[in-house]
């Protein structure tokens, strides 16, 4: 039986008893045909030759026989190939022989990342002086091919590795699932195209797009149109799938999260390889390889994928006789990529999201060691990655970040400060949010005003920082400055204001701020934890923060805990006051921007109880206590 092929070449170019010649020019002639030659071969086995550009590669050079003949039956040998080509140079060339020869050295990269199969040939040559030829022979490709003989290759799969959790817990694993597609062994070619079109009509893909692909396979090709996992697929396509001529199910695994939407925009997603992807890097991909296609999977491909084994044979012309092994390699399996996830904790985090509308997340960070537990989001973000890579203003819940800068400039929780109606900075307007409580107006502690979310005393203050205080506070929070977690990942940014009214609205954290659901779990999780905390997920990567900011002292850590226990207690975030457990710290936040025409609101809240630190966002919301607040109470519930 025939297998999916790589050639294997070896020269020798035997021509009838040939006349020797001695001296320079005969010696240069000889070498420029033996590299006609070699520049010939490898030429017209590049997979990615123009047309024609083998047979003209094999006309120029001198054969003794038919350069087409020749041309022909090269390509009939490496055909099976599966598109690995050699290249092939000249080691040496012996013009003044009794036998004049030329050696041929070949390279094939059989393996990607392997060192390539080489060896050598030796080529005769005829004629003489400064007219040399080259004869045709199966054996010019490899030394033991007679004629008829062809190179294949024999690739061995090897298993993708999966992709662990907390404890090591398997999230991604190969689970059973269901390739639906046409077989184009099963539908006249005349009648496959409109087979596609009903298909993708029935299980909702691009039907022109899917019809191009199932015309243009080979006649004895599987052309998936959909994956479903073995429990999903809708009966109705089951049942209808016998109705339509060609269409087929077949039954495989595929590394799969526990659901499908189990982290899906961060960990992505495995399938078939895209012709982009076989043209961006043919050494590694080639048509109908599976491979991770977005996400962790994509990036770390290399490592999941593992190396697949390939052997090299000659398949004789004689179909009695067994193939022959010329080369191997083994295969190497993936390794599995570890995270820090908690897949109780994502699960839990997805459920409390299932039933928001607008775009979603929760992030949940285990402050002592910075491990993300939860990277969740929810359906309205239409699979984009708002939880580590989302770049929204973190309204009030930045009053975090600027308490500490006002500690820093040498205020207490004690200080007063003044929270007015409205403020205004070079003639533009603030005020606190609606149903900001008229009892904790006027002069006031910096601790409850920041219990109470005021955004006119924080404003009121900006005199006492300086140019850099904001964005020195943010980094010592583990805020806006940025790393390689080996994972997207957006730490927020705090930039130099240009102007008054800008530096005034950074304050409440609008203005330019900007911050991901993760980078204000990390504030939230720096506070408790005492120390700058930086997220990681990817259990191999590591990062150095010692000189990344200004670390937080005990008393500053402290202050800040105190600040943002008295939200709970005593201010807007209340919700949270008869959690169970130790104490909660906390901050909520909203924060306008402008959409159709209409100003809307982020609602946040961030909060931390003993060793965990979770922000929840809501892309548009009412308020951070009204909106946020249940849903962050909800998975803290759960969390226990």
């Known amino acids: 039986m025939r297998r999916s092929s790589v050639a294997l070449p070896v020269l020798l170019l035997a021509t009838s008893a040939l006349s020797a010649c001695s001296g320079d020019d005969g010696e240069d002639a000889a070498r420029s045909e033996a590299d006609r030659l070699a520049t010939a071969l490898t030429t017209a086995a590049a997979p990615d030759s123009e047309d024609g550009a083998a047979a003209a590669a094999f006309a120029e050079v001198a054969w003794s026989g038919d350069a087409a003949v020749a041309a022909e039956e090269y390509a009939a040998i490496v055909d099976g190939m599966g598109g690995i080509a050699p290249t092939v140079t000249v080691e040496e060339v012996d013009a003044g022989a009794e036998e004049p020869t030329a050696t041929l050295a070949w390279s094939w990269p059989v393996v990607e990342g392997i060192d390539p199969w080489t060896y050598e040939t030796t080529v005769a040559l005829g ?21 008829g003989d062809v190179l294949e290759t024999v690739t061995e799969t090897t298993e993708r590795a999966g992709i662990t959790g907390a404890g090591g817990e398997e999230i991604v694993t190969e689970r059973p699932v269901v390739r639906v597609g046409i077989d184009r062994t099963k539908v006249p070619a005349a009648r496959a195209a409109a087979s596609a079109r009903e298909l993708a009509q029935l299980v909702d893909i691009d039907a022109a797009a899917y019809a191009r692909t199932v015309a243009a396979a080979g006649p004895k090709a599987f052309v998936e149109a959909i994956t479903y996992r073995a429990d999903d697929i809708p009966p109705a396509v089951a049942s209808a799938i016998t109705d339509i001529a060609g269409a087929r199910q ?81 295969a190497v399996a993936g390794k599995p990529l570890a995270l820090t996830l908690d897949r109780r904790l994502q699960t839990l985090a997805e459920q409390v999201l299932a039933g928001v509308r607008p775009a979603s997340a929760i992030v949940a960070i285990r402050p002592s060691d910075g491990s993300v537990l939860a990277a969740a989001n929810g359906a309205g973000t239409g699979g984009q990655n708002h939880a580590t890579f989302g770049q929204f203003a973190p309204g009030s819940t930045f009053k975090a970040v600027t308490s500490l800068a006002l500690l820093r400039a040498g205020l207490t929780p004690r200080s007063t400060v003044r929270c007015t109606p409205t403020v205004t900075v070079n003639g533009k307007s603030f005020k606190n949010y609606s149903d900001y409580p008229s009892s904790s107006l006027g002069t006031i502690a910096l601790q409850e005003a920041i219990a109470q979310s005021c955004n006119t005393a924080l404003i009121d203050a900006r005199d006492e920082l300086g140019a850099t205080d904001l964005a020195d506070a943010a980094a010592s929070l583990g805020l806006g400055i940025d790393h390689d977690l080996g994972f997207p990942a957006f730490f927020g940014e705090v930039p130099d204001p240009a102007s008054d009214t800008e530096a005034a609205a950074d304050l409440i954290g609008q203005g330019k701020v900007l911050a991901s659901p993760m980078a204000m779990a990390t504030v939230i999780a720096s506070v408790q934890a005492g120390r700058t905390v930086v997220p990681r997920l990817v259990e191999d990567v590591a990062v ?27 201010g807007s975030g209340r919700g949270l006051a008869d959690l169970p457990g130790g104490p909660v710290i906390a901050k909520t936040g909203t924060a306008e921007y402008a959409a159709g025409g209409a100003v809307r609101t982020h609602a946040w809240m961030i909060a931390a109880q003993g060793d965990l630190a979770v922000a929840v966002f809501v892309q548009t919301g009412e308020s951070g206590s009204r909106t946020a607040g249940p849903l962050l109470e909800e998975f803290l519930r759960g969390a226990r």
Request: net charge negative.
């Open 250 to 330: 077949v039954d495989g695994e595929l590394a799969l999260a526990p659901t499908r939407d189990f982290a899906a925009p961060i960990l992505g997603r495995v399938g078939p390889v895209t012709a982009e992807m076989v043209e961006k890097d043919p050494d590694a991909y080639r048509p109908g390889d599976v491979a991770g296609i977005s996400g962790l999977q994509a990036r770390y491909d290399e490592q999941l994928r593992g190396t697949p084994g390939r052997a090299v044979l000659v398949v004789p012309a004689d179909q009695g006789a067994d193939d022959r092994e010329l080369y191997a390699q083994e």
């Open 127 to 147: 004629g003489g002086e400064e007219k040399w030829t080259v004869g045709w022979s199966p054996s010019l490709v490899e030394p033991s091919l007679a004629e």
């Open 544 to 570: 150095d923060v010692s000189d990344a900011a200004a670390p937080l002292t005990k008393a500053e850590a402290s202050a800040l805990k105190a600040m943002l226990r008295r939200v709970v207690t005593d």
